[in-house]
C-alpha cells in the first residue's frame, strides 16, 4: 500500500494505491495518524487501489469508527474493479458515503 495525503478546501483527502491487505495493518495507524487534528471531511480516494482483503476492508471500518467519533463523515471515492465488489458486497455503502 502506498498512499499521499492532501488537504483541499473542504475535505483531507487521501489517496491509497497498490493493495491493501493484512500485511499492511501495521502501516495503517500511520494512515489513522495523519487524520488527527482534521476538521474536515475525509475523503478516501481508491481509484489506485487494486486489490483489497477482507483484514484490509477491516481497517475502512477503523477509519469509520475514527470519523463517528470525531463527528466528521467518511467518503470513499473512485473505487473501481475488485475493490468496488468486495466493498459493495461487504456493505459497506451502509457506512461510507460510496462515491
Request: charged fraction near 20%.
Amino acid at each position: 500500500m502506498q498512499y499521499t495525503v492532501r488537504q483541499s478546501d473542504t475535505a483531507l483527502e487521501i489517496a491509497i494505491s497498490g493493495q491493501l491487505t493484512f500485511t499492511d495493518a501495521a502501516q495503517f495507524p500511520k494512515v489513522l495518524a495523519e487524520l488527527n487534528g482534521a476538521k474536515s471531511h475525509w475523503v478516501f480516494d481508491l481509484n489506485g487501489l487494486d486489490f483489497i482483503d477482507s483484514t484490509g476492508m477491516s481497517l475502512f471500518v477503523h477509519v469509520y469508527d475514527e470519523a463517528t467519533a470525531k463527528g466528521l463523515k467518511a467518503v470513499l471515492r473512485n473505487a473501481r474493479g475488485v475493490v468496488r465488489d468486495a466493498l459493495e458486497r461487504a456493505g459497506f455503502a451502509t457506512l461510507f458515503d460510496l462515491k
